[in-house]
């Protein structure tokens, strides 16, 4: 199981404190050295609507080169991509979302706008020589419009998937996801794409955070985005919980016999050393319960 | 599917603050109002020990009888089933630790003895025309041996369906069981137990609760144990959180189409009525969060 690390980009967007260039940079470090090969880096948006990203490049420059390790950009327009390209990412990740109202709120775009750009985007971004991710956001629900059909969820992918992603995500970015969702969601997804990897994205808002990247595991997914500590949250709902944090998840796959080649004890005193940083305690569980069975 | 609503008992047991007697049967109330039809209100331990629990027979007297709500009783030997009798709960629950470190530090008791003291209080409740359950504690682990062997709760169930109890349950009291694990000791269950209801008790000790609740279903166990607002911790992990919460529980279940009778927004309520009396906030997640989808 692959996991990818969204805490540099998903969590530290969610969270008000702006993190320096370099803590950033150790933060992503940490990760690496804990055994992760896949990190969701930075996003290459509007500075001045995301200043937590503002410093995008300065942090590619920085970030450790090792070997079997990529490093994704979040994009959603061309001059993205151009600044994703000239910063040197491995991978672009491209957000389609699957409810208008949310993508005219949230990138300022309708979805079939956005599907004609992620076309654009995927062509340049082959010619550079990228690997392409598209994430389908807000895939099992929507915080204006409410539920979203399965069928609108596929549509979606099956048009994505004409520009010849290497990957689609499904992504439950306000967390009101189910595990038999999850399994209804795949299958479509499989059906509409059957050349593109999985991945999947989960929030932990309401509970159901873990029991859905289980259930996707279940449903064979490659990849699911955790984030360290489980920072993070959701602009929707102030109070809420972010991502599903890298440890527990980690923890839980560990117990099931489900290797991710990620190092539990590294990542807990990554989200401790992050807790700091951002003057917060760790949402996720694991650091506070201990790692069982404990060493003798 | 059954909600079993254990916060009075396993929720409070757990917390510093001792709850005033009418707190308590407020709390109680309220799940019942809420829709619950199955409580476990109290327990007759030694109140030295216990304190918490001392005023078991005060609460019975005063909890609203509703036609088709049942009130259980946790008992650990014959002295407590005679209070149990004595209070006037409806069944029962006797609990059997799979290990036998924790059995004898938990119950001055090995797993043996405790065996034979269930039969004892088994004959005795089916006298006395109760229902009976057995409970099944540290069934995915132990905090002093580590991992707890599936044969062991085997060969546990086995005997203790001997007594012939109406219902046995697979706890988790340290929170380290995954899904895959719930499928395994549920079909152990089965085969040791074929006569007995299912049901199953789990703690979010690492965040793996939930996924094993719904696990739990999907096996088609019959009743689950949950505590309002998931109050109440774990005492071999001082930081952790306690039981899966009702309200948590309740939602991914209602997403589901899995009915309880249980009205989500009453028990969202009672969490914040009782974090009040707590002086903490709700470990549960749905309050923060909000219902989702939303009234329109």
């Not at 948006?45 to 080169?65: G, I, K």
């Not at 775009?109 to 020589?129: F, K």
């Given at each position: 199981?692959?996991?990818?690390?969204?805490?540099?980009?998903?969590?530290?967007?969610?969270?008000?404190?702006?993190?320096?260039?370099?803590?950033?940079?150790?933060?992503?470090?940490?990760?690496?050295?804990?055994?992760?090969?896949?990190?969701?880096?930075?996003?290459?948006?509007?500075?001045?609507?995301?200043?937590?990203?503002?410093?995008?490049?300065?942090?590619?420059?920085?970030?450790?080169?090792?070997?079997?390790?990529?490093?994704?950009?979040?994009?959603?327009?061309?001059?993205?991509?151009?600044?994703?390209?000239?910063?040197?990412?491995?991978?672009?990740?491209?957000?389609?979302?699957?409810?208008?109202?949310?993508?005219?709120?949230?990138?300022?775009?309708?979805?079939?706008?956005?599907?004609?750009?992620?076309?654009?985007?995927?062509?340049?971004?082959?010619?550079?020589?990228?690997?392409?991710?598209?994430?389908?956001?807000?895939?099992?629900?929507?915080?204006?419009?409410?539920?979203?059909?399965?069928?609108?969820?596929?549509?979606?992918?099956?048009?994505?998937?004409?520009?010849?992603?290497?990957?689609?995500?499904?992504?439950?970015?306000?967390?009101?996801?189910t595990p038999d969702r999850v399994e209804v969601?795949?299958?479509?997804?499989?059906?509409?794409?059957?050349?593109?990897?999985?991945?999947?994205?989960?929030?932990?808002?309401?509970?159901?955070?873990?029991?859905?990247?289980?259930a996707?595991?279940?449903?064979?997914?490659?990849?699911?985005?955790?984030?360290?500590?489980?920072?993070?949250?959701?602009?929707?709902?102030?109070?809420?919980?972010?991502?599903?944090?890298?440890?527990?998840?980690?923890?839980?796959?560990?117990?099931?016999?489900?290797?991710?080649?990620?190092?539990?004890?590294?990542?807990?005193?990554?989200?401790?050393?992050?807790?700091?940083?951002?003057?917060?305690?760790?949402?996720?569980?694991?650091?506070?319960?201990?790692?069982?069975?404990?060493?003798?």
């Open positions: 199981m692959e996991i990818l690390e969204v805490g540099p980009r998903d969590g530290l967007q969610n969270e008000s404190a702006i993190v320096s260039t370099p803590d950033k940079v150790r933060l992503i470090t940490r990760a690496v050295q804990a055994g992760v090969r896949r990190v969701e880096a930075v996003s290459f948006v509007n500075p001045r609507l995301v200043p937590q990203m503002a410093d995008a490049a300065e942090v590619m420059e920085r970030v450790p080169r090792v070997e079997g390790v990529a490093y994704a950009g979040l994009v959603l327009n061309r001059r993205g991509l151009e600044r994703a390209v000239a910063a040197g990412v491995d991978e672009v990740n491209v957000v389609v979302v699957a409810s208008e109202t949310f993508s005219r709120r949230n990138q300022n775009c309708g979805i079939d706008d956005m599907l004609d750009t992620w076309g654009a985007i995927a062509a340049d971004a082959r010619s550079a020589g990228l690997r392409t991710t598209v994430t389908i956001a807000a895939a099992f629900g929507c915080p204006f419009e409410g539920e979203v059909a399965p069928d609108r969820v596929e549509e979606i992918a099956r048009r994505a998937a004409a520009h010849g992603p290497d990957e689609i995500a499904l992504a439950d970015t306000i967390g009101v996801g969601l795949l299958d479509a997804l499989t059906r509409a794409a059957p050349g593109a990897r999985r991945r999947c994205h989960f929030h932990n808002t309401r509970n159901t955070g873990y029991a859905n990247a289980l996707a595991v279940a449903a064979g997914v490659d990849t699911l985005d955790a984030s360290v500590g489980g920072f993070g949250g959701c602009p929707f709902a102030p109070a809420a919980t972010g991502n599903i944090a890298t440890e527990d998840l980690i923890y839980a796959l560990d117990r099931m016999g489900v290797p991710t080649g990620v190092d539990l004890a590294s990542i807990i005193d990554a989200a401790n050393w992050l807790a700091v940083r951002l003057d917060k305690p760790v949402p996720a569980l694991l650091g506070r319960a201990g790692i069982f069975p404990g060493t003798p």
